[in-house]
């Protein structure tokens, strides 16, 4: 037996060896799709409504060249466009590498609890792919031709992680964030908005869900002031301004944090919102570099204007879009006990919200050009 | 007092010798008045003329200007008044006898004297004490060791002034009748390895024993592992600190090697550099190397799982250049790597023995331009090419010869694996290769197993001055070698 | 061979026990707590713990009265051979039946991963062959193997701290406002997975320092409920306890968030290091069931590792379907652990109440002799 030992094992290494390969194997990476971007659109069509959920793949004619490639495919259901997307493709299809999919505003107010579930549970899929809901049709958007890069997926790509210098934007507007907001207790889904305008792509707000479904639209000028609210750790700026000529505009970032108690069973909510930037520009108080107390006129005057936007936010947000838009019912929950039966929303709605603002200058930046020495 | 005359004497010795053995016999008179026949035996080659010329023939057929009285002292008399070398008398044992001829000594025969004078007159040319050519160190000793035994053992002695320091001879080879020596000190070293060494040794059987390299084999308790059991070195800077720490030094007569023994995993990985620099410059080199050493064995296996079959988890970045640089390549993954790395053993084992000059030619032609034409004719991809680059490079970094080879060859059953099985073709290598790894034993000290005293060793290094115990795998005994000297160094404090 | 060599110190008995009870199936044990406790879940499972503590300070009665005998031979003595060796079969049942489930459970998670490719039973074929070549190889190489995966082990644990910037703690408040029954609840379910600590009574004669084993044991059952709860905690900070109970392998699905420079996200070397961690689970239990079965009958433990294999093999091939395993696991484990506790219980009393000499005198030396 031992002396034929090396013979059995090379001969059962062998055959190990072959029934392994012999399984249905995948084709290499060159002979697969690469899509860098999906979009959702909804043909309502009766009885029952169509997805058409278009693919932008890279395709490479030549050794140097990448270009991109759209497939379309409609299907009542989105496994469904699958089927029909192999029929024109050349290649298998590769879920993992999106960059963003694109909602389009029919999609997003049907509902996306089915595209939720289908990403959860597929194995290859890359949890921090954008999401984005568009205006009009998304297949446009993915069609839509950008100078700066191969596809319009990389452009929206580049678009959405840099926006968080400005506007008080968050990174939270991943595929894993909307698995932990939709259907989860006290949060909510808020993903930005885009549309073209003057042949450019542009974030012109942000849209909000409620539960699975989009109930509003918010431009970026109160957008901002909802993202002030909501995010901790956000830059953006905030300005100052009487007139045309007078302004002081500052740049720093937030933090935020929420206190929240219940008198009588009705809820009343304390956001505490810390502001620290410099002064990027100073047209009002020529006095800043001398003056401490002209510093603490401004920031007592930006304070007072901030809470009275962000009320102005906060009452439209409780009697017209009527969503917790600002995940108060988290911390609401976190503090008296958590309930899958509670309505968040009306109760945010109808709570008392204070918000308290205060602004602290830590920087003037190299110096002040307007400065007057009196 | 046997009466037998000079001739039958040098007869019986040349017959038992071998006629075909070149033999010199001078025969010489000893004394005047009556002068005594006497006759000394040699081979030629193996001597050292020098002596026999002024220590032996000078002073016996010059010196003795009396005549000498054969009784049973001649031979005390002649070797403390007139022979100058050193000689011992040999009474009965004819077997000695042949066996000191053989080793280089001269042996001076007397008329009718029973005994055999042996004069130790070894010499011979030998090779000078130089640079090891295999192992270089930057701030280490430039002695290397030789062919010849008592030059190595005499280097190893120089370093070694303990008292406790133990020579042991033995024979191996029924025909080349090669000599061995077992070096340990006697306090600190693991009793039952040496038991077993010397039951091993003492066991061999064969004819010659050649070089080290048979002889590990000889002794080798797990011949059919791809790891090496034992040691093998060309530095006394190296096996100084392994008989310190209680192992076994074996040095064989014709090698310039020497093994220590038992050893473990990760001296495979400590190069005499590692004693040498500071602290933590040592601790970023060692790492450097266990990375390699990952690096060489899974990298390849990877990048072939990633492009396979797990393409969504390659960086979104890398996918599109990857996947450009692979398009009208018209072999598959698989077959790609495998014939580069093939290529690449070829090669260095191709430049492994040739002369400098043309080696540089055939690294510029190999590497260079046929790695260069194959990506020109779409048969590899640039991306392989680099991955397998960075492969070759990774494995100059493992220190020591026999695990160097050993890691470059694991590659291959690894992307076997990878390429049956993906990710668990990975995994699975691994786990065989850590209980193989467990598994392994030699003269009763586990290959892999970490104490945790042991670990100020291992993959990194604590300062020197904190490695008080010696490594407790090797050698139960007599732990401490250092105290905390440090304490006492008197410093002053700034208020 | 060194005769100290061949027995096992306490560092490596601190290893082979982690390792027997933590493996891949951990990574869905937050399910079952977080569904019934919620957001304490954690809690619950630090509760679950009292049962291998258990377990520990009763084998430590054991192991003070008889230091050289193991459960298999005090079980035979106490209860007369047939009777005796009808129990150790049911407790050989037990790691065998754990041995199973461990199988199945990788087979089902690693294909739902990342290896889409490989039909359940040729994984389940490599994971026996590996597991039976590993526990051929004896108790010494496993020991070394679960030292090696322990640091594995501590590796993933320590990635996953870094999950910390993306959860929040709001997630894991109110602290206790699940209501004190549910998290008793809960720790009963988390005490189901704790299984397995019963191998400390059969390798307890096999280590060198008798007097160490009690405190060896504490100190790994100290550090199993350490990095159980802090995969249940991790998981509810990370997911929130809506979502937890929405997925099936929690812990997975917090360690692809953690994202390094070069692969894109943890997932790949995470997977090799949970494939390695599950053969070790996977030896050790059928290591332990061929010793078992090795007191039982004569036959060598070699042959035995190959006559277990075929069921090893073939009785996982049944359970292919996530849910049907657990639905198995779930109506099995309890009678196992109620059978393990008494079990434990009666023959600790036993040793405390009747003496049986004739156990020290007559097996005090076999242990050193037989082969590990």
């Known amino acids: 037996m031992k002396r034929y030992s090396l013979l059995i094992i090379s001969i059962s290494c062998i055959i190990i060896y072959t029934i392994f390969n012999s399984s249905y194997g995948n084709l290499p990476l060159e002979k697969v799709d690469i899509c860098s971007g999906l979009s959702f659109d909804l043909i309502a069509s009766s009885p029952v409504i169509e997805y058409n959920v278009a693919a932008s793949a890279y395709a490479f004619p030549k050794k140097d060249e990448v270009s991109s490639v759209i497939l379309e495919a409609i299907g009542k259901n989105i496994p469904d466009t699958r089927s029909a997307r192999s029929t024109i493709s050349s290649k298998e299809f590769l879920l993992g590498l999106q960059k963003v999919f694109i909602f389009s505003e029919a999609v997003a107010t049907n509902g996306i609890n089915p595209i939720v579930d289908m990403m959860f549970s597929n194995q290859q899929m890359n949890d921090s792919t954008w999401i984005v809901v568009c205006k009009g049709k998304a297949i446009d958007m993915l069609k839509f031709k950008v100078v700066d890069a191969t596809t319009s997926s990389d452009h929206i790509d580049g678009l959405v992680e840099s926006s968080i210098e400005q506007n008080f934007m968050s990174t939270d507007y991943k595929v894993v964030d909307m698995f932990v907001r939709v259907g989860s207790e006290g949060r909510n889904l808020v993903v930005p908005y885009l549309e073209i305008l003057n042949n450019k792509i542009t974030l012109s707000g942000m849209a909000v869900f409620k539960k699975d479904k989009m109930v509003a639209k918010i431009p970026m000028e109160e957008a901002m002031y909802m993202n002030l609210l909501r995010n901790n750790k956000v830059k953006g700026i905030l300005t100052l301004q009487k007139d045309s000529l007078q302004l002081i505009s500052t740049y720093g970032d937030v933090k935020r944090k929420v206190h929240c108690e219940k008198i009588n069973g009705k809820y009343k909510f304390n956001i505490d919102i810390e502001f620290k930037g410099q002064v990027v520009n100073n047209t009002m108080y020529k006095d800043f570099m001398i003056n401490p107390k002209t510093i603490e006129k401004y920031t007592h005057e930006l304070e007072e204007q901030t809470e009275k936007r962000c009320n102005e936010f906060i009452n439209k947000m409780q009697n017209e879009y009527k969503t917790d838009c600002l995940e108060l019912g988290r911390d609401a929950a976190a503090a008296f006990g958590r309930n899958p039966e509670t309505n968040w929303d009306n109760i945010v709605c109808n709570a008392d919200i204070k918000v308290n603002v205060k602004v602290r200058v830590n920087n003037l930046g190299r110096g002040q050009f307007l400065f007057e020495d009196k | 007092m046997k009466i037998e005359a000079i001739d039958s004497k040098i007869n019986t010795i040349i017959n038992a010798l071998g006629s075909s053995t070149p033999i010199k016999v001078k025969k010489i008179s000893l004394g005047k008045d009556p002068s005594i026949q006497g006759a000394i035996i040699y081979i030629d080659g193996l001597v050292d003329k020098n002596i026999i010329n002024r220590d032996i023939l000078n002073p016996l057929m010059i010196g003795i200007s009396n005549s000498i009285v054969l009784n049973s002292d001649t031979s005390n008399f002649l070797c403390s008044t007139y022979i100058t070398a050193d000689c011992t008398i040999i009474k009965d044992n004819t077997m000695d006898v042949y066996k000191n001829i053989k080793n280089g000594n001269t042996l001076l025969l007397i008329e009718n004297i029973e005994d055999y004078i042996i004069i130790d007159t070894t010499g011979g040319v030998i090779r000078q004490v130089s640079d090891p050519l295999n192992e270089t160190s930057l701030r280490g000793s430039r002695d290397g060791f030789v062919e010849n035994l008592e030059v190595n053992i005499s280097l190893l002695r120089r370093q070694i002034k303990d008292s406790n320091l133990c020579i042991e001879k033995l024979v191996v080879g029924r025909r080349s009748q090669t000599d061995l020596a077992i070096v340990y000190i006697k306090d600190l070293v693991n009793t039952e390895a040496l038991d077993d060494l010397r039951e091993r040794i003492n066991a061999v059987d064969v004819d010659s024993v050649t070089g080290i390299g048979s002889f590990q084999e000889f002794i080798d308790e797990n011949p059919y592992s791809i790891f090496p059991m034992c040691m093998s070195t060309e530095r006394p800077d190296r096996v100084t600190p392994s008989i310190m720490e209680g192992r076994i030094a074996v040095i064989l007569n014709g090698s310039p090697f020497v093994l220590t023994l038992p050893s473990v995993f990760v001296e495979f990985f400590h190069t005499v550099e590692d004693y040498n620099e500071r602290t933590i410059s040592v601790n970023i080199i060692r790492f450097l190397r266990f990375l390699s050493v990952l690096l060489v064995i899974t990298l390849p296996s990877v990048y072939l799982t990633l492009i396979k079959y797990n393409g969504e988890l390659i960086p979104v970045e890398f996918v599109v250049p990857v996947v450009q640089s692979r398009i009208g390549i018209s072999l598959s993954p698989f077959m790609e790597i495998l014939i580069l790395e093939i290529l690449m053993e070829i090669l260095r084992e191709g430049g492994l023995r040739l002369p400098s000059k043309i080696a540089q030619t055939l690294s510029i032609v190999g590497g260079i331009i046929i790695g260069n034409a194959a990506v020109q004719s779409n048969m590899v991809s640039p991306t392989t090419l680099l991955v397998i680059g960075i492969t070759i490079i990774a494995s100059f970094a493992v220190p020591t010869v026999d695990m160097s080879i050993s890691i470059r060859m694991l590659r291959f059953p690894m992307l076997f694996l990878a390429n049956s099985m993906g990710i668990m073709g990975i995994a699975t290598g691994y786990t065989l290769l850590i209980i193989h790894l467990s598994s392994l034993e030699n003269f009763g000290v586990p290959y892999m197993a970490f104490n945790k005293d042991d670990l100020k060793d291992s993959f990194t290094r604590a300062p020197l001055w904190k490695m008080n115990s010696r490594p407790s795998i090797i050698s139960d005994r007599n732990k401490k070698r250092q105290t905390n000297f440090r304490d006492k160094f008197r410093r002053r404090k700034n208020e | ?372």
């Open chain 3, 1 to 372: 061979m060194n005769k100290k060599s061949m027995l096992i110190s306490s560092s490596e008995l601190f290893f082979i026990l982690v390792g027997c009870i933590v493996g891949i199936s951990s990574t869905s044990l937050p399910v079952d707590v977080v569904s019934i406790a919620k957001q304490d879940g954690w809690i619950s499972t630090i509760i679950g713990g009292i049962y291998p503590l258990y377990i520990v300070l009763i084998g430590g009665i054991i192991i003070k009265k008889y230091p050289n005998s193991n459960i298999m031979n005090l079980s035979k003595a106490y209860f007369g051979k047939i009777i005796g060796n009808i129990l150790n079969l049911l407790f050989m049942l037990q790691f065998l039946f754990y041995g199973v489930l461990v199988i199945s459970s990788s087979s089902n998670q690693l294909r739902a991963y990342s290896i889409y490719f490989i039909p359940h039973f040729k994984m389940v074929m490599i994971l026996a062959i590996v597991a039976c070549y590993a526990s051929i190889k004896g108790l010494k190489v496993l020991c070394r193997f679960a030292g090696i995966t322990f640091f594995l082990l501590c590796l993933i644990i320590v990635a996953s701290t870094v999950t910390f910037k993306s959860g929040s703690i709001l997630n894991v408040k109110p602290f206790f406002g699940a209501g004190v029954p549910n998290i008793l609840e809960g720790s009963i379910k988390s005490a189901f997975s704790y299984g397995n600590m019963e191998l400390l009574l059969i390798i307890y004669p096999y280590v060198q320092q008798k007097k160490a084993i009690l405190k060896t044991a504490l100190i790994s059952t100290l550090v199993i409920v350490f990095c159980y709860s802090w995969i249940v905690f991790t998981s509810i900070y990370f997911s929130g306890p809506d979502l937890v109970v929405k997925q099936l392998w929690p812990f997975s699905f917090v360690a692809e968030s953690f994202k390094i420079p070069v692969v894109n996200n943890f997932r790949f070397i995470e997977m090799v290091i949970w494939i390695i961690i599950a053969y070790k689970t996977v030896s050790i239990e059928f290591y332990a069931s061929t010793k078992i079965l090795n007191s039982i009958t004569k036959i060598k433990r070699k042959t035995i590792c190959f006559l277990l294999l075929p069921i090893i093999f073939i009785i996982p091939l049944f359970m292919e379907n996530e849910v049907i395993r657990r639905e198995i696991a779930g109506k099995v484990i309890p009678w196992i652990t109620l059978f393990n506790i008494s079990y434990v219980t009666i023959i600790a009393l036993l040793t405390l109440l009747i003496d049986k000499k004739k156990l020290i005198n007559k097996k005090g030396e076999k242990p050193i002799n037989e082969k590990i």
